[in-house]
């Protein structure tokens, strides 16, 4: 039964998108619209790179932040192919280790987590997704449910599976939930259409998140690494 089920989802968003599609009497700007979201969530996840992983991070750690993810290049690429933090995860261990900047119990335990309920990159998307439909269905959001989103995101990004397009689900209860709507929202079948995209660069952000996090519990662990006895012996 699974098996059919997987064998007929592509054939299942083909049909929804050729349904909004048809109903559609104005393409272009229907592509446009889609194009805002997409460049949207990009531009969430650049400001949480720069703020998060360029600028708290080697405040709190001192390391150079560029130089410790280039070593992340392989899980990058990983996250980015399979867009599952967990299909990721053996390559994401093998890289923060080779840094020599975590030892190896930490990652071993800090990075199966993070593949779990970190997800940063599910986190920004959820609330934009949400907001770009209601905006599609002419609903103007206020503060309260700009707030609320932004919780829903937060805490069900942790809760969200870490396999390709986990977060479908979430985003119709998030939206359903603020906007007091049933059933499948008007637009989703665009969102569809773009998530195995949006996916890959949202994994590679969780597996981001999850390399910065476990330098940093090794840091504040106090725990002597790999490079540090370099250092000490140079």
């Known amino acids: 039964m699974i ?7 592509p054939f299942a968003v083909f049909s929804l998108l050729v349904k909004r599609l048809g109903n559609d009497r104005n393409l272009e700007e229907s592509f446009a619209n889609i194009g805002y979201l997409f460049a949207a969530t990009i531009v969430g996840m650049i400001m949480h790179v720069i703020i998060t992983h360029l600028i708290i991070f080697p405040f709190v750690t001192k390391i150079n932040p560029l130089k410790y993810l280039s070593h992340m ?11 599952s933090s967990a299909a990721t995860l053996p390559v994401t261990m093998k890289c923060v280790e080779s840094t ?23 986190a920004i998307y959820i609330p934009a997704a949400c ?35 986990a ?23 665009f969102i569809l259409a773009i998530d195995w995209l949006v996916d890959s ?9 999850d390399s910065v996090v476990s330098v940093i519990v090794t840091h504040y662990a106090n725990l002597e690494t790999t490079k540090d006895s370099e250092e000490i012996e140079a």
Not at 100 to 121: C, E, H, K, Q, Y
Not at 145 to 161: F, W
Not at 171 to 176: G, W
Request: glycine share 10%; proline share 6%.
């Open 131 to 165: 907001i770009w439909m209601a905006k599609l269905n002419g609903i103007t959001p206020n503060a309260a449910q700009y707030i609320v989103l932004i919780i829903l995101g937060t805490v069900g990004s942790a809760g969200a599976a870490p396999v390709p397009s």
């Open 100 to 122: 020599g900047r975590v030892p190896s119990n930490i990652a071993r335990f800090v990075l199966p987590l993070g593949a779990t309920i970190n997800m940063d990159g599910t």
């Open 201 to 209: 660069f949202r994994t590679m952000l969780n597996v981001t998140g």
């Open 73 to 83: 290049t392989p899980a990058f690429a990983m996250a980015f192919a399979s867009s």
């Open 167 to 189: 977060s479908l689900v979430l985003i119709i209860t998030a939206y359903n939930t603020v906007f007091n709507e049933s059933g499948v929202p008007e637009g989703f079948a």
């Open 3 to 9: 098996v059919w089920v997987i064998k007929l989802t």
